[in-house]
């Protein structure tokens, strides 16, 4: 029983021999039970192969998706750089408004010319977030910042409300158009000695007869020659606020006269102790220079 055999008979159509194939009986036996396994597993493959091909096509879909958000990102990381940029100048501004509008509060004065910008809006700059993700990071800040700048904003508006004439008497403005050369502080004097000296204005470079613009309403109070200076114009904006303009080539007002903002008082020059065509502005707050730059809230 063991050893029977099936035999298979196989005659060809032309004259040759016809040829016979023993197949063992056991054989049979196995192909039966191995056939339908072979058949489902090979089922089981194609549908594995169709899975598989669906996933790598969702996968293409995935990646181009993740490119696009990718770009998404840079796009926003670039716009909140942009709003980074111009909250940190209204920042600027407001803290020089809220400095020079302080000068109303006299006991705080010198506190400030020791520390001329209160950026109290500034520091508030948030680095307490529990996030990693730039964007979010950012997010934060920015609303933190613009909350203080709300704020300060806010109390300036108090500040300021009800006091034209004193907003008047600030020189927020630039006295005269061209470049910012030497600001106030300690430099080599330009003399050529080599000397260390303190600058206590701000130098703006333009040609000789630049028109010299006050930059807040006053009283003139000295038009005339003083050494180092050249010819130089003093003008009293009360509050304690003085300005000066010097190596002005012509003056065009006398003491005593009141002046309003933006009127032309001198023209540029090169008189006095100068190397160039210049007006050496200064500001003093109660009789103390302080940097002009600060006063300044135009661009
Ligand atoms: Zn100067």
Redesign the pocket.
């Known amino acids: 029983m063991a050893n029977r055999f099936y035999t298979i008979m196989i005659v060809p159509e032309n004259a040759q021999k016809p040829r016979q194939l023993h197949i063992p009986a056991w054989l049979i036996r196995v192909s039966l039970i191995l056939l339908p396994i072979l058949f489902l597993l090979a089922i089981t493959i194609l549908l594995d192969y169709r899975y598989i091909a669906s996933q790598v096509s969702e996968n293409r879909d995935l990646q181009g998706e993740n490119r696009k958000l990718r770009q998404d990102v840079q796009l926003y990381q670039s716009r909140l750089d942009s709003m980074e940029s111009s909250l940190e100048r209204i920042e600027n501004f407001s803290s020089r408004l809220k400095m020079i509008t302080n000068l109303m509060d006299r006991d705080q004065l010198s506190q400030q010319l020791e520390s001329p910008l209160p950026s109290s809006v500034i520091a508030e700059k948030t680095t307490d977030t529990k996030s990693n993700n730039p964007v979010e990071i950012n997010f934060d800040q920015i609303t933190n910042r613009s909350y203080g700048l709300e704020q300060n904003l806010h109390e300036l508006y108090e500040l300021l409300s009800d006091q034209r004439s004193f907003l008047n008497a600030l020189p927020t403005k630039k006295p005269a158009d061209g470049v910012f050369t030497?600001g106030f502080g300690v430099r080599v004097s330009p003399m050529g000695d080599g000397a260390e000296k303190m600058?206590?204005?701000?130098?703006i470079a333009g040609s000789i007869g630049t028109p010299i613009h006050t930059p807040a309403a006053g009283t003139i109070i000295f038009a005339g020659k003083k050494s180092g200076y050249g010819q130089i114009v003093m003008v009293d904006h009360g509050y304690g606020l003085e300005t000066w303009y010097?190596?002005t080539s012509r003056i065009l007002v006398k003491p005593g006269q009141k002046i309003k903002r933006g009127q032309t008082i001198a023209l540029i020059g090169n008189s006095g102790r100068?190397t160039g065509a210049?007006v050496?502005?200064e500001v003093h707050v109660n009789n103390i220079p302080v940097d002009p730059i600060n006063y300044i809230l135009e661009n």
Do not use: A, P, R
């Open positions: 030497s600058h206590e204005g701000l130098d010097g190596h100068s210049h050496h502005y």
